[in-house]
């Protein structure tokens, strides 16, 4: 007997009647039209979902307290990086030579910078831009998957978005939140592959925008975005164990939990290893 998408643990004779995805009794809503399951039981879907709930969170403050948190982390970095000789750019002074992602920086043991380089923007436009985007993203999927999960898959994304660009390009002074937000476009992903709709099919629309833009304009850290991207699908599989339960609603449990510290470590060693076998000059 099929189990609920949303309780493996529970079988179940009920399907909904717009997915036909196996429900139980406490997921159903019983409705003229049919059973429905929670995704398809009235609610506002697609851009409509997205719209409200980013209204909802804009005016009531209740929702998306680890993305109003990580927005505020950027501009307090970015702030401090201008205060502290970085200019309106940001390219410069002691935050940004101690914290910009450089390949061999981090060969020489500056291994933080694969972080804290998530969190540097060059000038306002580019901090602008990434934190609207950051907003728009992570406000859903924070309030679908809750504030730990979310966190975990951010920095994740992030780790992987360093490795990437290390791998690209290792030389490269590198420094934006952009390779994280692309971990989250590849963690929506996964979940509109698995009928979770957050936001519709415009999603994909936004995506191959966003790499055509990336391996279109100057300036940009192709292998940050791919390697954010991949970095998000991979973690967001890893939270539903390959499709094994709900990415949302199961359990992750020790696998779940344990893939993305496999990713984040993975991410780390990759990083590491692509600045030592880059190029030999000394920031």
């Not at 189990?3 to 009794?25: F, K, Q």
């Not at 505020?72 to 970015?78: G, Q």
């Not at 850290?221 to 890893?238: E, K, N, P, T, Y």
């Amino acid at each position: 007997m099929a189990t609920c998408y949303r309780h493996p643990d529970r079988e179940t004779g009920l399907s909904c009647s717009v997915c036909e995805r196996p429900i139980c009794t406490d997921c159903a809503t019983f409705a003229a039209v049919g059973i429905r399951c929670p995704d398809h039981s009235g609610k506002p879907q697609g851009v409509e979902k997205v719209t409200r709930t980013v209204r909802r969170a804009h005016y009531e403050g209740s929702g998306a307290l680890v993305t109003r948190t990580l927005i505020a982390i950027n501009i307090i970095v970015y702030l401090a990086t201008v205060a502290t000789g970085g200019g309106i750019n940001s390219n410069s002074g002691t935050i940004y030579t101690h914290g910009v992602l450089f390949g061999p920086s981090v060969a020489s043991g500056d291994y933080w910078r694969l972080l804290t380089s998530a969190f540097m923007h060059y000038g306002p436009i580019h901090l602008g831009m990434n934190m609207l985007v950051l907003w728009f993203v992570g406000t859903p999927l924070e309030e679908r998957m809750g504030r730990g999960r979310f966190l975990l898959l951010y920095l994740v994304a992030g780790l992987a978005g360093a490795a990437g660009a290390l791998l690209a390009s290792p030389c490269v002074l590198t420094a934006g939140a952009s390779g994280a937000i692309f971990g989250l476009f590849g963690a929506a992903v996964v979940l509109e592959r698995q009928g979770i709709t957050i936001f519709g099919s415009w999603l994909y629309t936004v995506i191959i925008i966003n790499l055509a833009f990336t391996f279109g304009a100057s300036g940009i850290s192709i292998g940050g975005h791919i390697g954010g991207l991949v970095g998000g699908i991979l973690a967001m599989l890893g939270l539903s164990r390959f499709g094994r339960t709900h990415a949302l609603y199961g359990r992750a449990g020790v696998i779940g939990y344990g893939m993305l510290l496999v990713v984040g470590a993975a991410s780390v060693l990759l990083g590491i290893w692509a600045a030592k076998q880059g190029c030999t000059a000394i920031l």
